[in-house]
């Protein structure tokens, strides 16, 4: 069997089982299932291209189709994998630490979730310790967001990982200090002030720069005048020595603080030496019995540079995993984009829909744990991967599939139907009662666009109309059997309706209606919309109910 077999196999059944829609998001996670090594990105085309070839099949070929692969049988063997985390052979020697250590320059978003779950769980596997380290040193380019520490926090009780310790680097400038002198003193490290673009030359050179031959008590001094503010910015930097024929240009005497003469810090204005994020976050590693560092892939490089650190204070180096980036088809994950967006007003603040932070997909109406599975299902592995919608709706519809079902017609028109008899329909568990005569419904004018006067159309679980009539305000029909006309196109319908406005992921508003009886779901209660997908209530408002699109 191929891949595209399979696509259309379990498109068959999942349209046979749902009226005729097979749904994207479903066989994207049955054909990653199948085929694990398959990316998804490969995946995505071939599930919406079978997708949309089956949805414009008829109920007759379908329940051909549907009868023909029963009989050869659905199930296929799903390739046996290891189920939860990756065991750490060492764990039996040592105490597992862990830690996230995010930089509060703006809120978490999609991407942060993984090192911040996997840190967590690992911690909690081997019953140690998960630590939550803000990384606020750089008050120049990375400057720390006020408000921003609380919203990373209220994140991680989200998706229930609660950290064991809270640590904030700018709170520990002093301790950082103290091993600068040391380093010195060590003459491990030296004070640099020398021209930067002559040092860098020099580096290339492999040649060292007249500073570093200079003895410990001049770099003493030239370090106690940055302390105080005597070098301004520019003049002076911390370097940790190295081998200086590293093949790494970036790995030769890197730097280990700079000067700052603003600091733009919402809390620190007084303090002008800032370390660097290796010096730092390789102090703070030790000091706090980390033994487990998992992060971005872009942190590999790091290493190298932390373990002359390490080496000089004879230390042992943590365990470290370093994971692949993460990206979502449509959406915006960099820092620096969001940032610019929310300041300028194109994003209406963090939680907008089009953004993927933590915030915005709360209140999407994702559930927590459908995150927690999908990291899970990542793992560390230091290949990037893209996901898509879909995919996030296939690990969100465990969590949802109990949601009550509503019918939504979007942008609705009438359709007056005439010579209906009297009757009922149940429709996604809703009883009406439809008049003899002339019956009125509510459906959608985007589908009405399609059809064409003399179409034939089934209105769900109703009765056959054909179209006599349409224009730009409604259209009209009339009665042409009850019976099952399998060809026949299937179109939701409402007859009354409450008033319902839909946030996209694209920001834009969908306005329709919705079955009455979803007037009385509470705020942050997730719905199920047959063929349009779930839905989180935003807001009951006295006449419309505002709603946020989570997924298909």
């Not at 919406?48 to 296929?76: A, C, P, Q, Y």
């Not at 003899?436 to 589908?447: I, R």
Request: net charge neutral.
């Amino acid at each position: 069997m191929t891949l595209e077999h399979d696509a259309y196999r379990y498109a068959i059944r999942n349209a046979f089982s749902h009226n005729g829609k097979a749904d994207s998001g479903a066989l994207i996670g049955k054909l990653k299932a199948l085929y694990p090594d398959t990316p998804i990105k490969d995946l995505v085309p071939i599930a919406k291209v079978t997708v949309e070839k089956v949805n414009n099949m008829g109920m007759d070929e379908i329940h051909g189709e549907f009868e023909k692969f029963e009989k050869e049988g659905f199930e296929l063997k799903i390739p046996e994998k290891k189920v939860g985390l990756q065991d750490l052979e060492w764990a039996a020697r040592e105490p597992v630490v862990t830690r996230w250590a995010p930089n509060p320059s703006a809120p978490a978003h999609l991407g942060h979730l993984r090192p911040a779950i996997l840190s967590y769980l690992y911690a909690k596997k081997y019953n140690g310790k998960f630590i939550l380290r803000f990384e606020d040193t750089d008050p120049k380019i990375k400057k720390p967001m006020e408000g921003a520490e609380k919203m990373f926090l209220e994140d991680l009780h989200w998706v229930k990982c609660p950290p064991d310790m809270i640590v904030r680097q700018s709170d520990r400038l002093d301790i950082y200090y103290d091993y600068m002198v040391q380093l010195v003193e060590m003459e491990k490290a030296y004070v640099c002030t020398c021209d930067s673009e002559e040092w860098k030359k020099n580096t290339l050179k492999k040649t060292p720069c007249p500073c570093r031959k200079l003895l410990a008590p001049e770099h003493r001094s030239r370090l106690q005048k940055m302390f105080n503010h005597e070098f301004k910015q520019g003049e002076a930097i911390l370097r940790i020595k190295t081998d200086l024929d590293a093949p790494d240009p970036a790995e030769r005497d890197w730097w280990a603080a700079k000067i700052v003469d603003t600091p733009q810090h919402y809390k620190i204005k007084d303090k002008h030496v800032w370390p660097g994020y290796n010096f730092a976050a390789g102090i703070d590693d030790h000091l706090m019995g980390v033994t487990l560092i998992i992060r971005g892939q872009q942190h590999a490089s790091n290493v190298k540079k932390q373990k002359w650190l390490y080496t000089h204070f004879g230390w042992t180096y943590p365990h470290s995993f370093h994971h692949g980036k993460l990206s979502l088809e449509g959406a915006e994950l960099s820092k620096s984009k969001m940032l610019e967006g929310v300041a300028s007003g194109r994003y209406n603040g963090w939680d907008d829909p089009r953004l993927f932070t933590v915030q915005s997909l709360r209140r999407k109406g994702f559930a927590p744990e459908a995150f927690i599975d999908m990291m899970v299902d990542l793992g560390v592995k230091s290949s990037d991967t893209e996901l898509s919608l879909e995919l996030l709706g296939t690990y969100n519809k465990p969590y949802v599939q109990n949601a009550p079902s509503y019918s939504l017609v979007s942008e609705p028109i009438p359709l007056a139907v005439d010579f209906v008899p009297a009757m009922d329909a149940n429709v996604d568990g809703n009883k009406y009662t439809l008049n003899a005569g002339t019956q009125t419904f509510l459906v959608s004018k985007k589908e009405a666009e399609k059809w064409k006067v003399g179409n034939t159309i089934r209105l769900r679980n109703a009765y056959i109309v054909k179209i006599n009539e349409k224009n730009e305000y409604g259209l009209n029909a009339q009665f042409v059997s009850t019976a099952k006309l399998e060809n026949a196109t299937q179109v939701n319908w409402l007859v009354d309706g409450r008033n319902v406005q839909i946030t996209m992921p694209d920001g834009q508003l969908m306005y329709g209606r919705a079955t009455n009886a979803i007037a009385e779901q509470k705020v942050g209660d997730e719905v199920f919309f047959p063929q349009f997908g779930y839905c989180r209530i935003d807001e009951q408002m006295e006449k419309e109910t505002a709603l946020w699109f989570t997924h298909p």
